[in-house]
Every structure is written in structure tokens, then in C-alpha cells.
T-cell receptor
Framework: DQQVKQNSPSLSVQEGRISILNCDYT??????FLWYKKYPAEGPTFLIS?????DKNEDGRFTVFLNKSAKHLSLHIVPSQPGDSAVYFC???????????FGKGTRLSVIA | SQTIHQWPATLVQPVGSPLSLECTVE??????LYWYRQAAGRGLQLLFY??????ISSEVPQNLSASRPQDRQFILSSKKLLLSDSGFYLC?????????FGSGTRLTVV
């Protein structure tokens, strides 16, 4: 059973517009959330994270929102750029030293 | 800063042949290390993790095994590969609250 769900396998957005990637989780013990970006044939790279004590974290064009009651987080990219085209993975863990659990990823295509 | 080295980048192996993928860590000591596999449509699946030398935890039953002979070395192995072992294998080390990933190995079993 999937603990982390990214229900949209793909998303297309025009350059300059906002990209919104969504992630849902089932375990209320998860308390730290991360987004990774992955290009083909490369390892994922860390993008942005948020702790469960916050509901928003912003870093330049990237903002992550966390809704604990809904067990939902989202990544907003604005403005979207062609170089943002990649697969985005949502990941999370609980407060113990347990491995990160990843979603299946969402492939974002930013069209010029 | 932590760097994860993986090799080879690509590998084509026949069914039934053995496998050994090596991962080494630079820039940190006593890291937690992880092997993930990305199969088509399956996302990143955790295969093994290790919190120290000789300590291996397996997440899913499978045809693969892992070993950690040294603090900064993590090896993924198989005695006999199956077609279903094809995928993109990633080694990762923990860094703060997140992970650093290696560049991955694309394994195709034919």
C-alpha cells in the first residue's frame, strides 16, 4: 500500500506560468517532507523541504505548502522555465531514523 | 560535502548472470546508506539500507542482496539475475535531513 501518492504521472505547463505538483500521504507520523528533481539518467537532486511545524517554505521560484489536516503537500514553481522539465518526487519520513519514502513521481514538461 | 560515487553508469547482463554494483561515499564518515531502484512506472523503491558496517536491512523480498564491508562502501549483488531485475539503481547517503544520490546505474537484463 502506497504511503506517499503522487496521483498525476505527468503535467504540462507553459513557460512563465505556475506549475503545481501535488502529493498526498497516509501516515500522520510523517513529520518531514522533501521534494527532489530528477533528470533522465541522473540521480535525484534535493530541491526544497518542509518540517511539519510549518505550513509553507519558500526558496526563490519554489514554494512548498503543507496541509497536515489533509495530509497533503504541494510544490509551486513560478514562473516555470523550460529547464524545470524533469520528474519531481515527493518524499517523507517520520521522526525516527527511518528511510525516506518516495512517491512515484510526476513528470513536468514546461513548454516554451 | 558528501558525494556518492556509483559505477558503472550502464550495464547489460544476460539472465542468470551475477551482478555486483558498487557505491562509495566521499566527504563524510559513518553515513546511513541506501539502495533504491527506479523501475518503469514504479517510482523510487527502497531495496536495502545500512546504518553501519555489516548492518543491512532489507525492505522487500527479492533476488538481490547487499553488503557493507567498509564504512564508505555499499555493494548490491545478485547471484543470478532475472529479467525483472532490470531498472535504474540508485545509491544514496543521508545528509542532514535529506539524501545525496549517486548518478545511478541503468541495468538491462536480457
Amino acid at each position: 500500500d502506497q504511503q506517499v501518492k503522487q496521483n498525476s504521472p505527468s503535467l504540462s505547463v507553459q513557460e512563465g506560468r505556475i506549475s503545481i505538483l501535488n502529493c498526498d500521504y497516509t501516515n500522520s507520523m510523517f513529520d518531514y517532507f522533501l521534494w527532489y528533481k530528477k533528470y533522465p539518467a541522473e540521480g535525484p537532486t534535493f530541491l526544497i523541504s518542509i518540517s511539519s511545524i510549518k505550513d509553507k517554505n519558500e526558496d526563490g521560484r519554489f514554494t512548498v505548502f503543507l496541509n497536515k489536516s489533509a495530509k497533503h503537500l504541494s510544490l509551486h514553481i513560478v514562473p516555470s522555465q523550460p529547464g524545470d522539465s524533469a520528474v519531481y518526487f515527493c518524499a517523507t519520513r517520520d521522526s525516527g531514523n527511518t528511510p525516506l519514502v518516495f512517491g512515484k513521481g510526476t513528470r513536468l514538461s514546461v513548454i516554451a | 560535502s558528501q558525494t556518492i560515487h556509483q559505477w558503472p553508469a550502464t550495464l547489460v547482463q544476460p539472465v542468470g548472470s551475477p551482478l555486483s554494483l558498487e557505491c562509495t561515499v566521499e566527504g563524510t564518515s559513518n553515513p546511513n546508506l541506501y539502495w533504491y531502484r527506479q523501475a518503469a512506472g514504479r517510482g523510487l523503491q527502497l531495496l536495502f539500507y545500512s546504518v553501519g558496517i555489516g548492518q543491512i536491512s532489507s525492505e522487500v523480498p527479492q533476488n538481490l542482496s547487499a553488503s557493507r564491508p567498509q564504512d564508505r562502501q555499499f555493494i548490491l549483488s545478485s547471484k543470478k539475475l532475472l529479467l525483472s531485475d532490470s531498472g535504474f539503481y540508485l545509491c544514496a547517503g543521508n545528509r542532514g535531513d535529506g539524501y545525496t544520490f549517486g548518478s545511478g546505474t541503468r541495468l538491462t537484463v536480457v
